[in-house]
């Protein structure tokens, strides 16, 4: 497009021009005129030359002017509302990146579209509609247009024909639109596959099911046709562990050539089968997805993004098998402890006190069934305490009845063994993950095995409070005989109040032992997730 000259440029090339331009008309009107001097008709040619040309030349000049004016006030016309269209548009798409959500974005977008017309409209996408305040269908028609590439439409109330330019800019319109609703639509699948990814990472605990999950999620966003997971050993090979629609060899093998890059950075190993480190300090693993490689190109930053996502799964997966591992460990520990400082000593005192009752039986009849009687009673104390162990030993299928009625069924089944009463409080619904899930069962079951071993209470107090929208509080409260304020309560049964409280320090929470000699002792145990 060629520039538009200045208008203040062409009045002074004219004020030069036309007075020497008038000067030369003048000359040659005079010379023509020298065969008439002295005629009376040369005072009229004159008259009617001279009383002609002023007024014309100034009324030339004058709407030559006039119409360069309005060409420019029409430009600048133009431009005002192409401004005013531009801004309209920049504020659609700002409403639209300020939208929490689809619904929102459709309100926020179609009252701007309303504003710029100045019409009442609608908007309809995916089953969502929006409408300007004064939108309503009625005997007005209606222009429709469909969103460019996506299953909606916008409708436009009509109370005049629109114009030719008021068409183009509706075409326009819609077409930005429909960029704007699509970003707000891809950032919301975005978030979506986000809180996806973080519910799975708080549900599961098996790393297999763990990454099964995770890569339905991120294969689905990416709108994959396959991928996998695969982690490094101890030796540095790349084992599969996850594979969907990957055709790949499902044994161990070392990373070399552009396997070897990928642990450092995304590289495509094969066509169309895109490959993104698993790394946080170092590498642990790849993450691959199969799919159109211009896609996968577009959606690299937000994949970055999701593998490192899965890298913390499966640091804090294998971190809790280790601590599993450990537990276990010191569980065996504790239980050859228990055996050797308990059943084996009391086994050793029975068989004392036999000996004696059978040195006795001659000389002293009385006293030997005195010391069978305590033979007995023993005995039976080391039944009941073998029961007790061996049922709090006893695993709890969580997943087959559920965190709330796991509590309720263990609770209840335990105290009836080592008999005392037991009171639950516990909510309808709690929010927690299966790690926090099996921290608080732990944390009751050894509240419980060492109210029944130490304090010998008449009644349990087992209460749960959910904690805000995810998290929870476990307090285990007995009334019987307690401990010195200040004493040491490490070792009292199961992994010991001590590694009880690491547990649930681990997971980011809060443990409290209160007791008072034979007034009872409280557990609290608080999780925030």
Known sequence: MEPVPSLYRLIKLYRLFLPLAIVLVVVLFELSLEPYQGQPVAFW?????????GPLVTWMTLEWIAQQVQDREWAQRALEAANRRLEAIGNILKRASAADNLEQALASVVQEVAQVLGMEAALTLEGVRATSPGFKAGPEPLFELPLPGMAGKLEVVLPRPLTEEEQGFLQVLVAEVAGALDS???????????YEVDQALRAEANLGRLLERLLERILVWAGASGGGVLLLGEEGFLQPQV????????????????????????????????????????????????GEAENLRQKLPFLRFLAAQVALAVRNAQAYLRAEELALTEERNRIAREI??????????????????????????????????????????????VRRSI?????????RYGFLESVRRYASAFAEQAGFRVRLSLPEKIELSQASELVFFRVLQEALTNAAKHGRPGLVQVKLTALGERGGVLEISDNGKGFKAGGSANGMGGFGLTQ??????????????????????????????
């Open 243 to 290: 594979m969907q629609n990957l055709h790949l060899a499902p044994y161990a093998f070392i990373p070399e050539g552009c396997w070897k890059e990928a642990l450092e950075a995304p590289v495509f190993v094969q066509d169309n089968l895109l490959a993104v480190p698993l790394r946080e300090q170092s590498a642990i693993g790849l993450l691959l997805v199969q």
């Open 184 to 194: 707000v639509r891809a950032r919301s699948r975005d978030l979506l596959t986000l």
């Open 391 to 399: 049922f709090a030993l006893r695993p709890i299928d969580l997943e």
């Open 45 to 53: 040619l004159r008259m009617g030359f001279y009383g002609l040309v």
């Open 500 to 529: 009880m409280r690491e547990r649930v320090e681990a997971r980011g929470g809060r443990f409290v032992v209160e007791s008072a000699e034979n007034q009872g002792t409280t557990v609290r145990a608080e999780l925030p997730f």
């Open 340 to 385: 050797h400082d308990g059943i084996a000593q009391a086994l050793a005192f029975m068989a004392l006190k036999l000996d004696l009752a059978e040195r006795l039986l001659q000389t002293d009849l009385k006293r030997a069934i005195e010391e069978l009687q305590q033979v007995k009673e023993t005995l039976r104390g080391q039944i009941r305490e």
